[in-house]
Nanobody, 115 residues
Framework: QVRLVESGGGLVQPGGSLRLSCAAS????????MGWYRQPLGKQRELVAT???????NYADSVKGRFTISRDNAENTVTLQMNSLEPEDTAVYYC?????????WGRGTQVTVAS
């Protein structure tokens, strides 16, 4: 089992950048598929990006070319670099860890894009 804690959210102007981090505690981090999901107010949670243990990445079409997911298996961290942020990116962002069909979630961090 893994415990996930997100950090790095905040308020940013359109066109700006933010870097989200997720720190994992517990064993087996390097075997987890890690991901970031987001949930805009009043909407369903949606996939942002995932990264496999070996570093293969997948992105939602809406963030391709703007967001980058990465992981450090030695430090048990996964990050989401977000550039060219848009108001539509406003949401609570959640870190996810998945192994053997079991999902683990952080509590989320708020990202607000507004001028």
């Amino acid at each position: 089992q893994v415990r996930l804690v997100e950090s790095g959210g905040g308020l940013v102007q359109p066109g700006g950048s933010l870097r989200l981090s997720c720190a994992a505690s517990g064993s087996g981090f390097s075997r987890y598929v890690m991901g970031w999901y987001r949930q805009p107010l009043g909407k369903q949670r949606e996939l942002v990006a995932t990264i496999t243990p070996r570093g293969m990445t997948n992105y939602a079409d809406s963030v391709k070319g703007r967001f980058t997911i990465s992981r450090d298996n030695a430090e048990n961290t996964v990050t989401l670099q977000m550039n060219s942020l848009e108001p539509e990116d406003t949401a609570v962002y959640y870190c996810n860890g998945r192994i053997y069909a079991n999902d683990y979630w952080g509590r989320g961090t708020q990202v607000t894009v507004a001028s």
